[in-house]
């Protein structure tokens, strides 16, 4: 029996491989920034109907790692950095990893529409859709900007969350949206920069593989700017106060620091590569901090 046959068929999978199909570490990210997008919303929700929500995005996200990993397997088999996942490793069919993606989505979605709203179960819904159809099945093999409108997806959790409080979406969850939108492309291009031989084995065409590093590298500097105009939007919109302002306007600086050093490293060796190594750890703390100051910001000052 083939390697990829083997893989076809139900395998017993123990409860840490179902873990690793919702994709844990990206989970962490959608929880917090929709928690910030809910915390910063006006009004009030009850703690329990909050919980149920974040609750509800969680296992959202969740569904959309499993159904993505279960779609790429074929990747991810070929790749150093996916290749210990449950599907190309053997540990579990892809049927069951299907049908666990397809479990989280309806409940969650279900969920968040009895408990929550509607609205935000309808952002849920066709979040995890834009996930799993149009960036992995369309989009990630299909072009060189992939990440650029496939970032879409990462960027509906604070949405969510504001509309989990309010039912609605004004200007400033627009905003959040905007910059994990428009963070996602030098955040993610950074990683392809230093894995780009992971993505030309998997034959993705990521844009270091398609354009060079060259050309990803002044992509990278270029998309700090309207990421950084973008994060700095809120204060002098009047939507968040000072303690966002200085805070937004120190951590771009950063990132614009690091972003320059990455355009202007030339290397081809990967080891070699310690800005882009620099820029994608910062990214990740980047993002973090920035929701974070934003949420404090709306709680406790406006």
């Known amino acids: 029996m083939t390697g990829v046959a083997a893989r076809d068929i139900a395998m017993p999978s123990e409860w840490r491989d179902f873990w ?11 929880v917090f920034t929709a928690l910030c997008g809910l915390l910063a919303a006006p009004g009030t929700i009850n703690p329990i109907i909050g919980f149920t929500a974040i609750l509800c995005i969680a296992v959202g996200a969740g569904a959309s790692g499993a159904l993505n990993q279960w779609y790429e397997s074929d990747i991810d088999a070929k790749m150093k950095r996916t290749r210990g996942r449950p599907l190309p490793a053997g540990r579990m069919g892809r049927e069951a990893a299907l049908q666990f993606g397809l479990i989280l989505a309806g409940f969650s979605v279900g969920t968040m529409g009895l408990a929550v709203n509607w609205f935000s179960a309808g952002l849920l819904a066709f979040s995890i859709w834009f996930y799993a159809v149009v960036y992995t099945m369309w989009l990630k093999r299909a072009t060189p900007q992939n990440i650029v409108i496939g970032g879409a997806a990462g960027a509906f959790p604070p949405v969510i969350g ?35 031989s992971d ?18 590298r ?3 500097f270029l998309y700090s ?19 966002y302002l200085a805070g937004s ?4 600086a950063i990132f614009l620091v690091n972003a ?6 030339q290397t081809e060796d990967t080891a070699a590569m310690k800005p882009e190594k620099r820029l994608f750890a910062f990214s990740i ?3 973090f901090l920035l929701f974070a100051l934003l949420a404090a910001d709306r709680m406790f000052f406006a």
């Open 285 to 287: 703390l980047y993002l």
């Open 225 to 243: 700017f309207p990421m950084a105009a973008a994060a700095i939007a809120p204060s002098l919109l009047g939507l968040a106060g000072t303690l």
């Open 218 to 220: 002044l992509q990278v």
């Open 260 to 265: 320059l050093l990455v355009f202007r490293n």
């Open 162 to 196: 504001w509309a989990a409080v309010t039912g609605d979406i004004t200007l400033l969850p627009f905003l959040m949206f905007a910059i994990i939108f428009l963070w996602t492309p030098p955040h993610f291009w950074a990683l392809a920069l230093f894995m780009n």
């Open 249 to 252: 306007v120190g951590l771009t």
């Open 20 to 30: 690793a199909l919702t994709k844990p570490r990206v989970m962490s990210l959608v």
């Open 199 to 216: 993505y030309t084995e998997a034959g993705v065409p990521m844009l270091p593989v398609v354009k060079g590093r060259k050309a990803t």
